[in-house]
């Protein structure tokens, strides 16, 4: 069965610190890759996602992740922190066929003191 | 900018009492998604629908929860009865069959139930 793990539940920086957020996830298959963020009382947005091509992916807002397929990971990475950045990050994974369920991992809850 | 609309937003009730949750998917979204998240968890698939036809309902508990996507495009999610557990915030999304098979999805507001 397909999972994603994310390794850090919570996560506390300083503004200007650099992020990053593990996520592994177990398919034998083709994937498209997702990381979605929940900020406070809003609903799920689309960070980034990668589905073919460069494995290096840009996102709004300054994140940006990286696939590396040998390792099952797609960890996702921002160089500075900016309070507005405290959230929920979510990683989530589905096959590459079309109209699939996303499979997410549990989230890490990123909180940033400015 | 097209949003997936989801009402109630906020649900209470009573274990043992019928809830009804409603979504109205992006406009020309043909796959539609009801999704749980208990808290501190990440959103699970409870069932996925292809224009009216139901593609995957294998983690429905369908003893108690129905859904209905009569015309293929609004939907509705039912529960009953409801019990303790079934507390969670109940979601919807959307997505576009594009060529390039991203499968990126679309997400409402979602409904906030509370079993008391």
């Known amino acids: 069965a397909q999972s994603v793990s994310q390794h850090n539940h919570h996560v506390i920086l300083s503004e200007a610190a650099s992020l990053e957020l593990g996520c592994n996830y177990s398919y034998g298959g083709t994937v498209n890759l997702f990381w979605y963020v929940q900020y406070p009382g809003q609903h799920l947005q689309l960070l980034l996602k990668y589905f073919s091509g460069d494995p290096l992916v840009k996102g709004i807002k300054g994140f940006e992740a990286e696939f590396i397929k040998s390792k099952f990971s797609f960890n996702l990475r921002k160089p500075s922190v900016q309070w507005s950045d405290t959230a929920e990050y979510f990683c989530?994974?589905?096959?590459?066929?079309?109209?699939?369920?996303?499979?997410f991992g549990k989230g890490t809850t990123l909180s940033v003191s400015s | 900018e097209a949003e997936v609309a989801q009402s109630p937003r906020y649900k209470i009730t009573e274990k043992s009492q019928a809830v009804a949750f409603w979504c109205d998917p992006i406009?020309?979204?043909?796959?539609l998604y009801w999704y749980r998240q208990i808290l501190g968890q990440g959103p699970e698939l409870l069932v996925q629908f292809q224009d009216e036809s139901v593609v995957d309902d294998s983690q429905l508990p369908k003893d108690r929860f129905s859904a209905e996507r009569l015309k293929g495009v609004d939907s509705t999610l039912k529960i009953q009865p409801a019990e303790l557990g079934d507390s969670a915030m109940y979601l919807c999304?959307?997505?576009?069959?594009?060529?390039?098979?991203?499968?990126?999805?679309?997400f409402g507001p979602g409904t906030r139930l509370t079993v008391l």
């Open positions: 989530a994974v589905s096959p590459n066929q079309a109209g699939t369920a996303l499979i």
């Open positions: 999304a959307s997505s576009l069959r594009d060529r390039w098979i991203t499968n990126e999805q679309f």
């Open positions: 406009s020309g979204h043909a796959t």
